[in-house]
């Protein structure tokens, strides 16, 4: 009797499954399949800064502050904010918001997260360093207190993502990696964050998936019909185009310039392009009294600004744009994009021109007719094309006289001998995660910058540099930004480029805003 | 023989020091792996911080007696990239190498031998010289070309296969495998080719020319002359006595293919210790790097040695020369 319940039972269930499977219509998965050139080394937020591990931590993570599409700052996991005297900002936080594992979001987790970004093993510090205490007023509401007044705290807030305090002690994970220990910590292949996505998968260097976090409290602002995205890092270039144009992937970043006409002409596929937030530039020595590699004996010729500015005139960018380029580059005549604070945008179209007879004259009123010869240091695996512009400068100098010695190396060589200030002359490329100049100046401008590898600086500029750390008032602010930029076009350490140009390859089912900072972010792309 | 298996041993040990300390020499050069670690905008402050952290201020002596000592427990450090240990990496990674090499070695072998006798047995037929024109593209031109063609043919043109990655693997007990699937099989077919092409070039040609040789020798023609089948003489007498050194050479390539990979690896996106090396490399990756040219030198090693005890037992003359007295 038993038995045939049982059995009955187990048909009735077994019809039900087969009626259900039938009589829901089959939903197929929005997938998009991005690749990249390289996985990001950790999903811990704090343990690195750089480009990738930003990019990955935002689709799992939120910041108090949030960019939206157009590189404007909007709420995030703070819903609002003020400040209540100049080195007091009070958030009022988002309320309902749960973490991936269901833990509930609150002020508790916005401390223990500023705390741990400011750990010795944190690599993320840089964005709280002004901030000297966070108070919990209640459950939702925090003050954060700033050491001076901070006019770009909530620009650096937006890459301090917020991480579970419970599921970080849970996993002994409440400081970033530390090297010297040698072993994994649980939050390099584990997160829990209450963004857009969860991870459902990390394989690194093989394959991430991510997975829609269908309680995501921005759904209503950021619309995306993504149920999951996989992501395959490709290293070779040429394997990368080939997986976009064999429809394996739908998006790909990291485009290599020659391969753009090519996708652009295929049927199935388009190309998104936009300047990117990063210039690339020419450092010159000019602080030593003699360079180490050139010819020139007892003076450093790069100390005189007409030897800068007949660089400067020698070098014909356009050539470089149409040729090495493949015009994804924007001539440059200072050293920061049109979306970063302080930009001018009558430097850049009144960058000096193009004139092998202006830059003679100038060698030789400063005294070397017949040029000099340099070496010149140049990465090549950092930039778009970084060997090619430097090898291309090398035939434009040598027509003044200059006589080049190329240097081309990896960036793990190329980097210290800048930041060692070691070089006479070198390739570099400036970003800027804050998009205000106050970040370049003090790496690049003030005379202690760390990456300051022309030596320039002087007390006076030095002066303002440290000064606008702490003006909150935009206007007067500003107005020191462009005395600052103003010496700098006029003196010359740095001899611009152009600001690079970013493109992205995807299929034409995929709709995603193309960004300056190149990120690609999952919770705006939209699948047909 | 004893005496030889010890002496033999000595000189492995010593070779696997040599190339310890030459390749940690090396790592000197390739750069500051703190600039990778920490991003463009991190302060000098933090990055000595790091560095004094990993102990990558100390003597170069010290550093190598620390290496020695944890290579030796088997311990590598842990990744700068992946920050990660590396041991474990290495392990994760090995079975997609292995696979990749092991297919690659039976192409090269069957095919290998199979072109040999071809060639060898009918070397003027118009079908042995397309097989030899066409082995000569397998030697001549480099390995990334070649896997990017068979990608633009294949995966881009045909959209047969697929041009990246392994497809789908099963774990069995820690073994990741991409035998258990269709998608595996078929994402292993072209790096295998790729991979395989120039170790069955060479087999091929030691094929031929020994089965031509052994063909003109006495012995053959005295069994023509006795009247054996072409089949017996073929196959039985004469592709035997030329697989000897066809064995050694194989032996030793399997070694090579292993190296080789990190090209293939490279140019599929395979996932294993070679991409895992090559990554290592542009990153000053240095635990990574040396585990890496360790465990390398380590099969090469451990295949010589074989390959040397092998030939101890195969050729009676060695044994004689060892007695001594002569």
Known sequence: MFNKIK???LASSVLSAVVIGIASPVYAEKILRYTSVADASTLDPHALN????????SQFFDGLVMRNPKMEKVPALAESWKSLDENTWEFKLRKGVTFHNGNIFNADDVVFTIERTKAATSQMKGYVNTIVDVKKIDDYTVHLITEKPNP????QLINVF??????????????????KEEEETYAVRHVNGTGAFSLELREPDVKTVFRRNEKWWGHAANKSNVDQVVWTPIKNAATRVAALLSGEVDLLTDMPVQDLERIKSHEKLQVMQTPQIRTIFYGLDVKSDELRSSNVKGKNPFKDVRVRKAIYHAINIKAI???VMRNMSVPAGMLIQPSVNGYNASVDENRLP???EKAKTLLSEAGYPKGFSVQLDCPNNRYQNDEAICQATVGMLAKIGIKIQLNAQPKTQHFPLITGRKSDFYLLGWGIPTLDSGFIFDYLVHSDGSWNGSGYGSSETDAKIEEIRGVVDPSKRNAIISEIWANVNADLPYVPLHHQVIAWGASKNLTIPIEPNNMPRFYWAQLK | MISFTIKRLFQSVLVMLFVALLSFFLFNFVGDPISNMVGQETSHAEMDELRDRLGLNDPFIVKFGRFLGDAVQGKFGISYRLQRPVDELIVERMPATLELVFLSAVIATVLGVLGGLVTGLKPHSWFSKFILTGSLLGVSLP????????IYIFAVTLNWLPSFGRGEVVDIGGWRTGFATVSGWKALILPAITLALYQMTLILRIIRSEMLEVLRTDFIKFARARGLKRWDINFGHALRNTLIPVITVTGLQVGSLIAFSIITETVFQWPGMGSLFIQGVQFADVPVMSAYLVLVALFFVTINLIVDLLYFVVDPRLRSDLKGGH
């Open chain 1, 321 to 323: 744009q149409k040729v």
């Open chain 2, 143 to 150: 390995t990334f070309v070649i896997g990017i063609l068979l």
């Open chain 1, 354 to 356: 193009y004139s092998v």
């Open chain 1, 7 to 9: 059995h009955l039972a």
């Open chain 1, 152 to 155: 770009v705290l909530l620009d």
């Open chain 1, 162 to 179: 917020i991480m579970d305090k419970e599921w970080s002690e849970k996993h002994n994970v409440t400081v970033p990696q530390n090297f």
């Open chain 1, 50 to 57: 750089a480009q990738t591990s930003i990019m990955v931590a």
